[in-house]
T-cell receptor
Framework: ETGVTQTPRHLVMGMTNKKSLKCEQH?????MYWYKQSAKKPLELMFV???????ENNSVPSRFSPECPNSSHLFLHLHTLQPEDSALYLC??????????????FGQGTRLTVV | QQQVKQSPQSLIVQKGGISIINCAYE??????FPWYQQFPGKGPALLIA?????SEKKEGRFTISFNKSAKQFSLHIMDSQPGDSATYFC????????????FGSGTKLNVKP
C-alpha cells in the first residue's frame, strides 16, 4: 500500500463506548496530523506529531486522546464522545512539521457517527 | 471568528466554462496560500499554491490570482470538466505562524456535462 491509510472508514459508536481510529502512512514522513472535518465548517487541525512527539494540541477535549508509537502510525482514542463530535476525521502526514504542514498528504478519513 | 471567508458555498458550471472561487483573508505575516481539492469519499489534496511575490500562478487549467492589497485570492478553473466536480477550499497562514493555517469552509463545484 502507498500513501496514507485510515481505518475504519466508517464508525458508529455510542456515547459510552471506547473506540480507536488508526492511521498508517507509507511515505517515509516524519510528521502526522489529525484533522476534524464537519459539514459546512472549515477544516480543524486537532493534533500535530513531529518525529513521534506531540507538538500541538489545539484545545481538543480530553475525550480525544492521540497516540503516536512511531513515525508511521497514529491513533486517535475516543471515549465518552458527544453527538456533536460526529464528523469526518482525517489523518495526514508530511515530510516534517516545520513549514510543511500545508503540503501534507491526507488519508480518506473515518466517518464517525456518535449516537 | 472566521479568518478566511470563502465564496460561493456551491457553484454549478457548464462543461467548458470557467469556475471561479474566491477567498478573503485577514492579517498574516506570511505569504503562502494553498488550495485543496477534495473528491467525495476522499481526503483533501493540495491542488495549487501561491507565494504572492507573484500575482498569478498557473498550473494547467488551474490559476490562482492574488490581490495582496485587497487581501483576496481566487482560484480559476478554465475549461471546467465534469471530473473537476469536487469541493475546493482555500487556506491562509495564521498571523505570525507560517506553519498554521486557517481554512475556508469550502466550495462544492458541480460541472454539468
Amino acid at each position: 500500500e502507498t500513501g496514507v491509510t485510515q481505518t475504519p472508514r466508517h464508525l458508529v459508536m455510542g456515547m459510552t463506548n471506547k473506540k480507536s481510529l488508526k492511521c498508517e502512512q507509507h511515505l517515509g514522513h516524519n510528521a502526522m496530523y489529525w484533522y476534524k472535518q464537519s459539514a459546512k465548517k472549515p477544516l480543524e487541525l486537532m493534533f500535530v506529531y513531529n518525529f513521534k512527539e506531540q507538538t500541538e494540541n489545539n484545545s481538543v477535549p480530553s475525550r480525544f486522546s492521540p497516540e503516536c508509537p512511531n513515525s508511521s502510525h497514529l491513533f486517535l482514542h475516543l471515549h465518552t464522545l458527544q453527538p456533536e463530535d460526529s464528523a469526518l476525521y482525517l489523518c495526514a502526514s508530511s515530510q516534517d512539521a516545520l513549514g510543511r504542514i500545508a503540503e501534507a498528504f491526507f488519508g480518506q478519513g473515518t466517518r464517525l457517527t456518535v449516537v | 471568528q472566521q479568518q478566511v471567508k470563502q465564496s460561493p458555498q456551491s457553484l454549478i458550471v457548464q462543461k467548458g466554462g470557467i469556475s471561479i472561487i474566491n477567498c478573503a483573508y485577514e492579517n498574516t505575516a506570511f505569504d503562502y496560500f494553498p488550495w485543496y481539492q477534495q473528491f467525495p469519499g476522499k481526503g483533501p489534496a493540495l491542488l495549487i499554491a501561491i507565494r504572492p511575490d507573484v500575482s498569478e500562478k498557473k498550473e494547467g487549467r488551474f490559476t490562482i490570482s492574488f490581490n495582496k492589497s485587497a487581501k483576496q485570492f481566487s482560484l480559476h478553473i478554465m475549461d471546467s470538466q465534469p471530473g473537476d466536480s469536487a469541493t475546493y477550499f482555500c487556506a491562509a497562514p495564521k498571523g505570525d505562524n507560517f506553519n498554521k493555517f486557517y481554512f475556508g469552509s469550502g466550495t462544492k463545484l458541480n460541472v454539468k456535462p
